[in-house]
């Protein structure tokens, strides 16, 4: 049966990249499939995390997925911490990643950077976690931005081989599920670099609890061209920032990028930019209404993540359980 898994890091507070990428997407899946959303507060770690400020970040993914629509009595939600699993089996799966493999890996070099000496081991075995995230469960599907696609792959890679070395076909080949002009929403101030929750500056991201004002102000001084919109969307190749600010309205107004370019094309900056951020506010405004609303109860947020994570739990420890069994651990 179908099943999804995907998560986000509770590393800063979310960005509209982890909306329109992720968690839209996630809401979309709901009631089609089982569906089963981690906050993954593990991985958070990979690098420094404040820990008032990593249970505040757990806080508000969780109200994020709530606010955006995610329901409990729905999807299983819960942070990932609480369900010991998922690095029990992040070890096995270590043991079964090649070093190799992880060298690939395009993220842990982009957040390396030139200081790959001194940063955790966890940061470079964290594909390896996120694979015992997804087949813990058995995930059939995995929604997650473009910058995600390597990991899945790599997770396709650990169950091969770890079903080839223990002769068996317990772990199922898992696809990403990418697409849609969100695929991939940059940095407004640099469009040849992602949107990230922890990029350095915050005038390159938004923040879903950003206030109009700062939306607006945002897309006002986000990078642009000289030029126009384009009359068609061929006319934004090599146009990253065009390119992006188009993506952007088209994912939060649920149209096309060829339907924003029928209304917008030949607008200046002047005009677009002031019209995609009425149009932003008018979406995220309530979300982040909602999220704060939320946020002002952690104990109820910490409640439903509670019996989250006992959902979770019920679907994990027999795959683990199993698990040790083919690999041979005596369990009594
Ligand atoms: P960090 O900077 O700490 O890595 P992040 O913003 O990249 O934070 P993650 O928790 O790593 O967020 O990713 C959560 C989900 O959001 C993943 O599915 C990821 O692919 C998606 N995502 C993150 N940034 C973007 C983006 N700019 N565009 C589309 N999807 C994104
Ligand atoms: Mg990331």
Not at 54 to 67: D, F, K, M, Q
Not at 241 to 262: F, G, K, M
Request: net charge negative.
């Amino acid at each position: 049966t179908p099943r999804v898994f995907s998560g986000i890091k509770p590393s800063g507070g979310l960005q509209l990249g982890n909306y329109l990428g992720a968690i839209k997407r996630f809401v979309g899946m709901q009631g089609e499939m089982e569906t089963i959303y981690c906050v993954v507060d593990l991985h958070a770690i990979t690098v420094w995390q404040d820990p008032q400020e990593l249970a505040r970040g757990t806080r508000e993914v969780a109200a994020g997925y709530l606010a955006a629509g995610l329901d409990p009595t729905k999807s299983i939600l819960f942070n990932q911490s609480q369900v010991a699993a998922h690095a029990e089996l992040g070890w096995i799966f270590n043991c079964v990643a090649r070093m190799g493999w992880m060298n690939r890996m395009t993220q842990f070099k982009d957040k390396a950077g030139k200081n790959a000496e001194n940063v955790s081991l966890g940061l470079y075995a964290y594909p390896s976690l996120m694979a015992a995230d997804i087949l813990l469960y058995h995930a059939t599907h995995v929604p997650v931005g473009e910058d995600q696609k390597q990991h899945v792959e790599l997770t396709r890679d650990i169950a091969a081989k770890f079903n080839h070395d223990y002769k068996t076909d317990f772990f199922p080949l898992t696809e990403p599920v990418i697409g849609g002009p969100a695929a991939r929403i940059m940095n407004l101030r640099d469009g040849t670099k992602k949107m990230s929750k922890s990029g350095e500056s915050d005038m390159e991201r938004i923040n879903m609890l950003d206030d109009a004002d700062t939306i607006a102000k945002k897309f006002k001084k986000a990078k642009s061209d000289p030029e126009p919109l384009p009359e068609n969307v061929e006319g934004l190749k090599d146009r990253p920032e065009a390119r992006n600010l188009v993506d952007i309205y088209a994912a939060l107004n649920d149209q096309t990028p060829e339907q924003v370019i029928a209304e917008f094309g030949g607008a200046g900056w002047g005009k677009f930019k002031p019209a995609l951020a009425d149009m932003a506010v008018a979406k995220l405004a309530p979300i982040s209404g909602e999220m704060k609303r939320l946020m002002d109860d952690p104990a109820e947020i910490d409640r439903i993540l509670g019996e989250g994570a006992a959902k979770a739990r019920e679907i994990a420890e027999p795959i683990l359980k199993k698990t040790y069994d083919i690999v041979g651990m005596l369990r009594s």
